[in-house]
């Protein structure tokens, strides 16, 4: 495994892999602190790819000026012990003096889709996600890239700037990875006290509560799964729910609060921000109300 610093390095180290016919090359962005979520992008990257490059880089323009940008964990030597565990080829850890060496004056927007969910709750963020990881997309040229759906908007909204830009890179992504009793795995997890820990459940747990209900005919509407949500998260008193939205996927509508779900064409995502102090966790799920209804 080779790790690289710079963008010449970068460039270097992954136009050889494609010189020496170790194709096609796939990209893992992240930002560091790595856990067995990122460990799955890796591993599937390695099924699909002769190349595996991963970034970490904790992106400064994607924070609002009151979020977690100096806080955000960080741990380079485990880091590259589960990367190169985990197969990664090439690591690319640059600065932000690498990565902004004079103040950025290009940016790239996503409109529509990021108007709602954690766009709402953190205005600015999105753009920039979109312009890191196509600076990132430049850099590398990957033939794939792999997302977690954990942060599903920001997959539709990638999916989205690469059709809308022709981008030559096809957007893969992987399945969330959850702890065994259902917390999503998240580097902001270890920002949690013991107590906030167990109350976390919730999300999933709601999300779970939600889903058979719906399957099971409880729950119909819009309108009553949001209910069913902030009813159950509600019964965790440090919980402070940011949203909890049921919207079409990957567009991200809203479907009218008294409009039957099973009759929403395709999938649909039922997603949650809730804080615990000042930790803020997301988790979602995307299931097809139609086929789960035919099945029972
Ligand atoms: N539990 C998970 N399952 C699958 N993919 C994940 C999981 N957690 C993160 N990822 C993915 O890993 C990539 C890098 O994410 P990032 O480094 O921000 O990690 P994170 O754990 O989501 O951190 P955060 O604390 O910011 O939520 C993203 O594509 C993200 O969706
Ligand atoms: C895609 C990403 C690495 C861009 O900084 C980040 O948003 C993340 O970790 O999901
Ligand atoms: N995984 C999304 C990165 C962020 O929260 O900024």
Redesign the pocket.
């Known amino acids: 495994m080779r790790v690289v610093r710079t963008i010449e390095q970068l460039r270097e180290a992954t136009s050889f892999m494609r010189r020496t016919g170790q194709g096609p090359v796939g990209l893992v962005?992240?930002?560091?602190?790595l856990?067995d979520?990122?460990a799955?992008?890796l591993r599937r990257a390695g099924e699909m790819c002769g190349t595996v490059v991963m970034s970490i880089f904790v992106n400064p323009i994607q924070f609002g000026p009151n979020e977690d940008y100096e806080a955000y964990p960080r741990d380079e030597q485990r880091d590259l012990e589960l990367a190169e565990r985990e197969g990664a080829d090439i690591v690319f850890i640059p600065t932000v003096e690498v990565m902004y060496p004079r103040p950025i004056r290009s940016k790239i927007t996503v409109s529509s889709l990021t108007t709602r969910l954690c766009g709402a709750s953190r205005p600015g963020h999105f753009d920039g996600v979109t312009t890191v990881v196509a600076k990132l997309f430049n850099l590398v040229q990957p033939e794939y890239a792999f997302?977690?759906?954990?942060?599903a908007q920001?997959v539709a909204v990638l999916r989205q700037m690469v059709d809308d830009l022709n981008m030559n890179v096809e957007i893969i992504p992987?399945?969330?990875?959850?702890e065994s009793d259902g917390l999503?795995?998240?580097?902001?997890n270890v920002y949690l006290s013991a107590e906030e820990r167990r109350q976390a459940l919730v999300l999933s747990r709601s999300l779970q509560e939600a889903r058979k209900a719906v399957e099971e005919g409880q729950a119909a509407t819009t309108d009553e799964v949001r209910e069913l949500l902030t009813s159950v998260i509600s019964g965790s008193p440090l919980a402070d729910i940011d949203y909890a939205e049921i919207l079409t996927f990957p567009e991200l509508e809203p479907l009218e609060g008294n409009f039957p779900l099973t009759r929403a064409e395709g999938e649909i995502i039922m997603a949650l921000a809730v804080r615990f102090g000042r930790t803020r966790l997301?988790d979602n799920i995307i299931f097809t109300p139609k086929e789960v209804a035919a099945l029972v």
């Not at 962005?29 to 602190?33: L, W």
């Not at 997302?147 to 942060?151: A, M, P, Q, V």
């Not at 992987?174 to 959850?178: E, K, L, S, T, Y």
């Open positions: 962005p992240t930002m560091g602190y856990h979520g990122h799955s992008l997302f977690g759906l954990k942060d920001q992987c399945p969330i990875v959850r999503a795995l998240s580097s902001r997301i």
